[in-house]
């Protein structure tokens, strides 16, 4: 257990963090910081009141200053405004990158030590945002999508085969965007290639519906976007690293060479221990596979340029 986690941006996504954060005790206390006020302040009070029927002793405060943040050895960033319908990620780049920057800032003076996860979209662009500002070192800003990414086309996979989801390994790489790569070579169930479970054409769809889960949701919520596996997502890399786990995850790194590209976040499977980032793992892509990742890249690059530090 750390002693102090903070999440910032008591949305949907960050509220749902805190909550989760605090269920599975992984620090003392968890302080949930919003610019909005009273917000924070009762949402970090009605989740502490649940602490007595779920059964958790992780403290929630909530606050408008980074105060009770002070020496938090890790920060789950959710602020930003989210996507609505109709707009693309891109299309918030500007504003969530204004967000960040001043958050970061924050972060860097109140919690020097501490290993940022970033959740907040677009969200390749905006782990480079928090790296730039804070200046921390590349183990200790890592990106939260893969891990969402690779869970909505496993429950796919699960629904489509009739298995369970314990049973589908997979890894979804790239951006966290249109153009993110499922990579069907690596996809298994209980080890048996998926390729020999499904046809083509089945495959196909469900990767081009994990390529737009996200807007699936968003349609359907209308307003906001999807944060129940988004949190799971944060939670699961929290876990990952409060416990040094050593888990091998799909994360948004800093890329200094790996897959031959240099100075951008990309998604990519991370090892994840006490030290935040412990390893990029590189695997063996297909020529396709390689491809999709470079397009990907692109897709990151470009957002990054209408962006001033
Ligand atoms: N990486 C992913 O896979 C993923 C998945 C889902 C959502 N997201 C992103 O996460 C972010 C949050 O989504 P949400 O659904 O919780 O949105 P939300 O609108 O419910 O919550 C965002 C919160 O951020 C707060 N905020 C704004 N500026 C702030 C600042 N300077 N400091 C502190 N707090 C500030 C707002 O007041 C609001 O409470 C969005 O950018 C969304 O696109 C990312």
Redesign the pocket.
Known sequence: MLNRITV????????TTAQRLAEQELARTVVL????EG?PQGKGLDQWESAPIEGFDTRIVGSNDYGPAAGSELVVV??????KPGMS?DD?VRT?AE?VK??SQQIKQHCPKAIVV??????DV?CWVTKQVTGFARERVI???GV??TARYRAFLAEALDVSVEDIQAMVLGG?GDTMVPLISYTSVSGIPVTQLMTKEKLDAIVDRTRNG?AEIVKHLKT????Y??SA?AVQMAEAIVNDQRRILPCAAWLQGEYGMKDLFLGVPCKLGRKGLEKVIEVELTSDERAALEKSAEAVREPMRAVKL
């Open positions: 910032v941006g008591a949305g949907n996504v960050g509220a910081v919003d610019v909005v917000v959710t602020a930003g405004i989210a996507r990620r918030l969530n967000i001043q958050v970033v959740v907040s979209n677009p969200l905006m990106g939260m999508a969402l990414d966290h996200g906001g976007s999807a944060y596996a988004p997502g």
